[in-house]
């Protein structure tokens, strides 16, 4: 096998942005917007990769100096993989990877986890390595704590499963929601901003360790948002859904995570007539989510009115696979 082209989809969170961190289930949806890596043995000792859309081009390293310092951001996740694969299954050649993006990375659609998924898939079969979905996700977790330090690792399960998943960090629950076919009614605006998630996530971690009571119930209140909702999905009762959105917003306000824009645009959606909005992912910026019913046409012009981009993606994608 000469080379081995993968791609994994991105991802947007649905209900239990932040708790999930903390051991609480969430609700995430994988993104028709793909990642592609290409991986080819080189027949020397140096790692080469071309990520023109990461804006990276003829990055190389030495296999020996794999994840030591100053690697660039675009490439950390991919390299710090590569070393953990290396140390289990040592080669003497190195590798030249090439990736290629169907979504800017600005968009907060999880560009990270679906290159890191879509280079470990390729990488895995390149050398005919055999893993299950669950030893997959273990290798590309392992490169996000050995890079990030936290994070639950749900946009990694997003890339591997696709479809909607009811999740529990790390990989403990998997629940796929929906059959292969299910449709769901969500418009997505943009809000200009781009999110600073480890950031916000390492405040929340500090709101918790000052006021871990009133941070607890809140996370508390969102875990029985997700169970709740992972019911309403299944049985597509979108008006239920909207209101346990809009309930686990004001949840996410009181954690201080949510921002003016996303704020106007939920707004805007709701006055619209969505059953319900709230913001997707760390917060502050990136994109919000809204039920689309009952007039899709009507929330979206909405949403640009108060100057959202609304974004046509398609939701429910499938997971990681091997394209050639
Ligand atoms: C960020 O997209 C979602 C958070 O829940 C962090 C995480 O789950 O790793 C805020």
Redesign the pocket.
């Known amino acids: 096998m000469k080379e081995v082209t993968a791609s994994a989809p991105g991802?947007l969170?649905l209900f239990?942005?932040?708790?999930?961190?903390y051991g609480h289930p969430?609700i995430v949806t994988a993104v028709d917007q793909r990642i592609t890596a290409t991986v080819r043995k080189n027949g020397v000792d140096i790692f080469h990769l071309d990520a023109p859309d990461m804006g990276l081009s003829a990055y190389s390293r030495t296999l020996a100096d794999l994840g030591k310092k100053g690697t660039p951001k675009a490439v950390c996740f991919i390299e710090h993989l590569y070393k953990r694969f290396l140390e289990k299954h040592p080669q003497q050649e190195g590798i030249v990877v090439t990736t290629r993006s169907d979504f800017s990375s600005q968009f907060?659609f999880?560009s990270s986890s679906a290159v890191t998924v879509a280079f470990a898939k390729a990488l895995t079969t390149l050398y005919g390595v055999e893993l299950t979905n669950h030893e997959l996700f273990t290798l590309c977790y392992q490169a996000v704590i050995d890079v990030q330090g936290?994070?639950?690792?749900?946009?990694i399960a997003a890339a591997i499963w696709g479809g909607t998943l009811y999740y529990v960090?790390p990989a403990k629950t998997v629940n796929p929601l929906g059959g292969e076919r299910f449709e769901l009614p969500l418009a997505v605006g943009y809000t200009g901003i781009k999110?600073d998630?480890p950031t916000?996530?390492r405040m929340?971690e500090t709101q918790y360790q000052a006021e871990p009571e009133r941070v607890g119930s809140i996370f508390a209140d969102i875990h029985q948002i997700v169970d709740d909702a992972q019911q309403a999905i299944v049985a597509q009762d979108w008006q239920k859904v909207g209101q346990l959105m809009t309930k686990n917003q004001e949840l996410l306000q009181q954690l201080n995570?949510s921002g003016v824009q996303l704020d106007e645009l939920i707004q805007a959606s709701v006055d619209s007539g969505s059953y319900g909005a709230k913001l997707?992912?760390?917060?502050g910026g990136?994109c919000m989510i809204a039920v689309a019913e009952p007039d899709r046409q009507k929330i979206e012009s909405a949403l640009e009115a108060a100057g959202g981009q609304v974004m046509h993606v398609k939701l429910h994608a499938e997971g990681v696979r091997i394209e050639s």
Do not use: E, N, Y
């Open positions: 991802k969170m239990g942005d932040h708790a999930v961190v969430c907060g999880g936290i994070g639950s690792g749900f946009d960090a999110a998630t916000l996530v929340v995570v997707s992912g760390a917060g990136d």
